[in-house]
């Protein structure tokens, strides 16, 4: 198993409430009609974001690691989730007992989307999952029962594991024998567009129905044409980056030193700025007896371009119908960089900011709720107290929440391209149903990743932000062992370079991935 499908597994584990339809992926270019610009790139296995370790040392130095004794995690089960595998249909594998999930929903079909989706009578929907994920009272299995009895389709199923599904993606729409529904994240969007994986899901929707939310038709969308249903978004769960910390590490630490504050403390008292969450980062950057070797890295973030967002950056657009350029030189974005900037200055290690989180090796780690705490159950594995607080207003005096949505797209060739847009369209539904209306199972799950005081504070943050997400992470070669992220990033974090330096030759690099993935 290489790095990128280790740091897969880390983040796919933590999908929320989603669909649990599978991933795609592969070496080979789909060979139906032209995509949305002629980009010559082959289709890469998944390029998701590094591994926990990789991500890590874009962060800094590298340092000692952190002995056993540091770990303040209770004893858990065999059927702890803190290692478990990413399923093929992208489901939340982490949770092992409580209640059965049950839909109940209307089978009327009412919209004008819904009758839209009536011509799917009688026909059959190839889709993967495995038996695991179809068991009784799973939530993969109550939802496609729902949609079988609801428009009166069959299914197809192919029992693939998930990494399994990454390997032959490709070869299945050569071959004309694809899923009519896929599940990708981010970081596969343009490489799969722009290399014919992906169809435009246009023509089967219609536009007006009131069940699209805010972001839904706008997320995955390139050239004029959409080629994704967000799962897992803002709008309807858990998609956003906070600040997660350490409470109890934080108040021992306050003994020492009078003038530290948590970040919510901070937040609360309007001081949460990017000045003092980089002071805050350094007080908290704590050394062994020694005194030079780093115990506690003061923060982590596995997604260096967070910190972009958070500014109101983008650090690409789409300037043009299937042109993109890179936009780090704007304001907003140097401002973003000039964080990693001063960041890169601490002394830090390696380490792992999951698993370290829990073990004292991270002091605030930056991530989605899902993914720093619900994976790993650490509301209840976790001796330690969590605290919870957005990120920093940009200058300008505004909030910018990053985001990092996953999808459901219709592969090319696919025999019922109708069926899998009303798998990404009910999805949908569901996702905002298990927040307006949620089961008994729904309640479980939630409590795992966010307990209700945090979940308070990010309701607060989100409804004052403006959501900021980028697919820079995604495009082609970018994370390659020694690839463009590498090359990328290291000139501040490895190399040491002032922002104002750096960023010439980071859009030189930006521009030639741009280049690789859309061909343009």
Sequence with gaps: MNKLQIRIIC???AVMLILTMTACGSKKKGAESSAPSGSSEEVSSVDDTESTDEASSESGDTEGETSSDDT???????????NSGTSSVGSNSSKTSGPSQVIT??????????????????????????????KEGSNTKAKFDYYQKKYDVKYDIVSESWNGMVSKLGQMVAAGNPPDCVFYTENEFLKWTYSNVLQPLDPFIVKDDPHWTNLSLEYFKTNNKIYGIPTGTPDTTLAVFMVYFNKTLFEEQ?????????????????????DNLIKTAE???????????????????WNSNVYVM??????MIESKPGIFEPSYTK??????LEVIEKLAKQKLMTSDPYSGFANRAVAMHVERPGNAVGQFDYYNTMDDEIGVAPLPAASDGKYYAPVTCYALGVPRKSKNPLGGAMIAYENLKQEKRQFDSPSDYDKASFKQKISDEHYGILKEYYAKATPKHSFVEGLAGWQEDAGYSTQFWGKLWTDKKTATVAVGEMEGILKTAIKRTTGN
Excluded at 107 to 131: C, D, N, W
């Design 11 to 13: 983040l796919m584990t």
């Design 283 to 301: 007080k908290m950057t704590l050394f062994r007896e020694d005194g030079t070797t780093v115990r506690t890295n003061g923060i982590a973030c």
């Design 254 to 274: 306050k003994k020492k030193d009078g003038t530290l504050k948590t970040p919510y403390e901070h937040y609360k008292a309007g001081t949460w700025t990017w």
């Design 331 to 336: 304001a907003l974005s140097m401002k973003g």
């Design 310 to 315: 958070a500014n109101g950056g983008d650090g």
């Design 105 to 134: 929903d209307d089978l009327t079909l009412k919209t004008s989307q819904e009758k839209k989706f009536a011509a799917l009578k009688g026909t059959t929907i190839r889709i993967v999952a495995t038996p695991e994920e179809l």
């Design 72 to 82: 303040v995690l209770k004893p858990q089960s065999s059927a702890s989730s803190k």
